[in-house]
Protein backbone atom coordinates (compact mmCIF):
# COMPACT_ATOMS: atom_id res chain seq x y z
CA UNK A 1 0.00 0.00 0.00
CA UNK A 2 1.45 3.51 -0.39
CA UNK A 3 -0.25 6.67 1.48
CA UNK A 4 -0.36 10.20 -0.40
CA UNK A 5 -1.87 13.39 -0.04
CA UNK A 6 -3.93 16.11 -2.65
CA UNK A 7 -4.68 19.45 -0.93
CA UNK A 8 -7.81 21.85 -2.39
CA UNK A 9 -6.03 24.97 -1.59
CA UNK A 10 -7.85 28.33 -1.88
CA UNK A 11 -6.42 31.74 -2.10
CA UNK A 12 -8.37 34.60 0.05
CA UNK A 13 -10.36 35.29 -3.26
CA UNK A 14 -11.80 31.86 -3.32
CA UNK A 15 -9.62 30.41 -6.37
CA UNK A 16 -8.20 27.12 -6.24
CA UNK A 17 -4.72 26.09 -7.45
CA UNK A 18 -4.26 23.29 -9.76
CA UNK A 19 -1.17 21.77 -11.57
CA UNK A 20 0.02 20.09 -14.63
CA UNK A 21 2.50 17.61 -14.79
CA UNK A 22 4.66 17.15 -17.22
CA UNK A 23 4.42 13.24 -16.99
CA UNK A 24 0.31 12.91 -17.16
CA UNK A 25 -2.00 14.91 -19.29
CA UNK A 26 -4.54 17.29 -17.59
CA UNK A 27 -4.91 19.61 -14.36
CA UNK A 28 -4.34 18.00 -10.70
CA UNK A 29 -4.96 19.33 -7.07
CA UNK A 30 -1.32 19.28 -6.05
CA UNK A 31 -0.06 16.24 -3.93
CA UNK A 32 2.12 13.35 -3.74
CA UNK A 33 3.54 10.69 -1.60
CA UNK A 34 4.06 10.67 1.83
CA UNK A 35 7.65 10.27 2.40
CA UNK A 36 9.22 8.17 5.18
CA UNK A 37 9.33 9.87 8.69
CA UNK A 38 6.84 12.29 7.32
CA UNK A 39 3.05 12.90 8.77
CA UNK A 40 0.25 13.54 5.95
CA UNK A 41 0.52 17.46 7.05
CA UNK A 42 3.63 18.07 6.51
CA UNK A 43 3.37 16.31 3.46
CA UNK A 44 0.80 18.44 2.50
CA UNK A 45 2.45 21.52 3.42
CA UNK A 46 5.98 20.45 1.69
CA UNK A 47 4.03 19.32 -1.76
CA UNK A 48 1.96 22.95 -1.66
CA UNK A 49 5.66 24.50 -1.00
CA UNK A 50 7.16 22.58 -4.04
CA UNK A 51 4.31 22.39 -6.96
CA UNK A 52 3.21 25.97 -6.36
CA UNK A 53 5.55 27.97 -4.00
CA UNK A 54 2.50 28.07 -1.25
CA UNK A 55 2.32 29.40 2.29
CA UNK A 56 -0.31 27.73 4.56
CA UNK A 57 -1.95 30.67 6.49
CA UNK A 58 -3.83 28.02 8.92
CA UNK A 59 -3.73 23.60 9.52
CA UNK A 60 -4.90 21.84 6.60
CA UNK A 61 -7.85 20.13 7.20
CA UNK A 62 -8.37 16.31 6.37
CA UNK A 63 -11.94 15.95 4.52
CA UNK A 64 -11.26 12.52 3.05
CA UNK A 65 -9.68 9.62 2.52
CA UNK A 66 -9.64 7.62 -0.95
CA UNK A 67 -8.84 4.53 -2.89
CA UNK A 68 -6.87 5.42 -5.85
CA UNK A 69 -8.78 4.68 -8.83
CA UNK A 70 -5.76 3.63 -11.20
CA UNK A 71 -3.91 0.16 -11.13
CA UNK A 72 -2.90 -1.30 -9.12
CA UNK A 73 -5.53 0.42 -6.56
CA UNK A 74 -3.14 0.30 -3.46
CA UNK A 75 -2.94 3.41 -3.42
CA UNK A 76 -4.32 5.69 -0.64
CA UNK A 77 -5.38 9.19 -0.42
CA UNK A 78 -5.92 11.45 2.02
CA UNK A 79 -7.15 14.35 0.86
CA UNK A 80 -6.97 17.83 2.54
CA UNK A 81 -8.54 22.08 1.89
CA UNK A 82 -6.47 24.31 2.86
CA UNK A 83 -8.06 28.00 3.19
CA UNK A 84 -6.08 31.35 2.45
CA UNK A 85 -3.21 29.91 0.67
CA UNK A 86 -0.08 32.72 -0.25
CA UNK A 87 1.79 32.06 -2.98
CA UNK A 88 5.63 33.71 -2.56
CA UNK A 89 6.43 33.66 -6.22
CA UNK A 90 5.49 32.23 -9.32
CA UNK A 91 5.90 28.61 -10.01
CA UNK A 92 8.27 28.02 -12.68
CA UNK A 93 7.89 25.29 -14.77
CA UNK A 94 10.82 22.11 -14.34
CA UNK A 95 10.86 18.49 -14.73
CA UNK A 96 7.65 17.66 -12.72
CA UNK A 97 5.52 20.51 -12.99
CA UNK A 98 4.79 21.96 -16.58
CA UNK A 99 1.96 24.78 -15.50
CA UNK A 100 0.36 25.98 -12.35
CA UNK A 101 -2.27 28.59 -11.38
CA UNK A 102 -5.63 29.57 -9.30
CA UNK A 103 -8.60 29.10 -10.80
CA UNK A 104 -12.05 30.40 -9.71
CA UNK A 105 -14.53 27.33 -9.35
CA UNK A 106 -16.67 28.20 -12.08
CA UNK A 107 -13.86 28.45 -14.33
CA UNK A 108 -11.87 25.56 -14.46
CA UNK A 109 -9.44 23.96 -17.03
CA UNK A 110 -11.44 22.35 -19.82
CA UNK A 111 -9.30 19.15 -19.06
CA UNK A 112 -9.12 18.85 -15.12
CA UNK A 113 -9.39 15.76 -13.89
CA UNK A 114 -12.40 13.49 -12.98
CA UNK A 115 -10.89 12.90 -9.41
CA UNK A 116 -10.41 16.91 -9.26
CA UNK A 117 -13.56 17.75 -10.43
CA UNK A 118 -15.43 14.94 -7.89
CA UNK A 119 -13.50 16.57 -4.92
CA UNK A 120 -13.84 19.82 -5.84
CA UNK A 121 -17.36 18.91 -6.40
CA UNK A 122 -17.78 17.09 -2.89
CA UNK A 123 -16.79 20.35 -1.32
CA UNK A 124 -18.69 22.75 -3.13
CA UNK A 125 -22.01 20.79 -2.62
CA UNK A 126 -21.11 18.63 1.02
CA UNK A 127 -22.45 15.91 -0.47
CA UNK A 128 -20.79 12.66 0.64
CA UNK A 129 -17.05 11.78 -0.41
CA UNK A 130 -17.03 9.11 -3.17
CA UNK A 131 -14.28 6.08 -2.01
CA UNK A 132 -12.52 5.99 -4.88
CA UNK A 133 -10.32 8.67 -6.22
Not at 78 to 92: D, E, H, I, S, W
Not at 93 to 114: C, K, V, W, Y
Amino acid sequence: MTLGVRAAAFDPAGRVFLVRHTYLPGWYLPGGGVERGETAVESVVRELGEEGNLELAEPPRLVSIHLGRQRPRRDHILFYVCRNVRQTAPKRSDREIAASGFFAPDALPADATPGTLRRLEELRSEMPADPDW
